[in-house]
């Protein structure tokens, strides 16, 4: 059973919509969330780092939420782009963990006119 | 700056031979890292280095090897490769190891074993 699942597995909205992706995690014990963007064909991009004590961390359109009390996390995209068409993955690690980094199977978002 | 880079872009590799990936960061990152990702699952950590000179086993270290003779190359080593280790592979780099460290990934490399 992956430790880290993320809902929904695909996604298709419309340019200028909102969206939110969600991510469940049993990894413990945590201690930072990481949401990627992984275009076609390319490596994952950061785009936020939210440790345990943190519960919001914006990078631009994307926000991303955690509560670290029901290990649930959420990336928020606002007034989408076609550009946003990606898999977003959520990371988590463990305290301690030093370079162990569980991957989450990603969301496929699609962003169409 | 460059970043990371891979090499090759892509490769068709027949069972049994061998082949090293190559991965260099110009960002004198102390640690590096080598995933695989395969369709369905999670990236996967194969191997690590926390700094030049010392490496570490991931996840999924079986069938690979690495070295780490400076701080800014990392290379991969399939020694007899098998139609398993078909996937993509991605390199990445960090400041430091461990802790919100931002982890910088390179363009990966996609091998296929037949």
């Known amino acids: 059973k992956n430790q880290v699942e993320q809902s929904p597995q695909s996604l298709i909205i419309l340019e200028g919509k909102n969206c939110t992706l969600q991510c469940n995690y049993t990894v413990s014990p945590f201690s930072n969330l990481r949401w990627y963007k992984q275009d076609t064909g390319r490596g994952p991009v950061s785009l936020t780092i939210m440790t345990f004590s943190e519960n919001t961390k914006s990078n631009g359109r994307y926000t991303a939420t955690l509560d670290a009390d029901t290990k649930q996390s959420s990336l928020h995209i606002t007034a989408s782009q076609l550009s946003d068409s990606a898999s977003y993955i959520c990371v988590v690690s463990l305290t301690g963990g030093g370079n162990k980094l569980t991957f989450g199977t990603g969301t496929q978002l699609k962003v169409e006119l | 700056t460059a970043g990371i880079t891979q090499a090759p872009t892509s490769q068709i590799l027949a069972a049994g031979r061998s082949m090293t990936l190559r991965c260099t960061q110009d960002?004198?990152?102390?640690?590096m890292y080598w995933y695989r990702q395969d369709l369905g699952l999670g990236l996967r950590l194969i191997h690590y280095s926390n700094t030049a000179g010392t490496t570490g086993k991931g996840e999924v270290p079986d069938g690979y090897s690495v070295s780490r003779a400076n701080t800014d190359d990392f290379p991969l080593t399939l020694a007899s490769a098998v139609p398993s280790q078909t996937s993509v592979y991605f390199c990445?780099?960090?400041?430091?190891?461990?802790?919100?460290?931002?982890?910088?990934f390179g363009p990966g490399t996609r091998l296929t074993v037949l």
């Open positions: 990445a780099s960090s400041e430091l190891a461990g802790g919100p460290n931002e982890q910088f």
């Open positions: 960002m004198r990152h102390n640690a």
